[in-house]
């Protein structure tokens, strides 16, 4: 059983900072991409940054680039969003996604498999 578990959330004013993990354990996701989705109230679940396996590609939200950074570390099945120059309309639940399947590569939401309970992220100015 594979266990995604998310930490670091919680609230920040704007233009400050933040540090999201992601733990996964059961079992061995480190051939599959990963990446961070987040959700606020009444809008659809997007794709925040997401990230190969072996960190060769990236990519992030338009709005995000340049003030998030997404990195995995393998060796200690985590994967870190580091999250600057926050914004209010960064509010949201941020959720940490194992794509599964040994794939390397993909952001369509579909393809991942396993998924966290999410992480709160509040910014007020």
């Known amino acids: 059983q594979v266990q995604v578990v998310e930490s670091g959330g919680g609230s920040a004013q704007v233009g400050g900072s933040l540090t999201l993990s992601c733990t996964v354990s059961g079992n061995d996701y480190t051939m599959d991409a990963i990446a961070w989705f987040r959700q606020a109230p009444g809008k659809p679940r997007e794709l925040v940054a997401a990230?190969?396996?072996?960190?060769?590609?990236?990519r992030y939200l338009e709005s995000v680039k340049g003030r998030f950074t997404i990195s995995r570390e393998n060796a200690k099945n985590t994967l870190t969003l580091q999250m600057d120059s926050l914004r209010p309309e960064d509010t949201a639940m941020y959720y940490c996604a194992v794509v599964g399947q040994m794939r390397a590569w993909t952001v369509q939401q579909l393809d991942y498999t396993y998924w966290g309970q999410g992480t709160q992220v509040t910014v007020s100015s």
């Open positions: 990230i190969s396996w072996n960190a060769r590609y990236e």
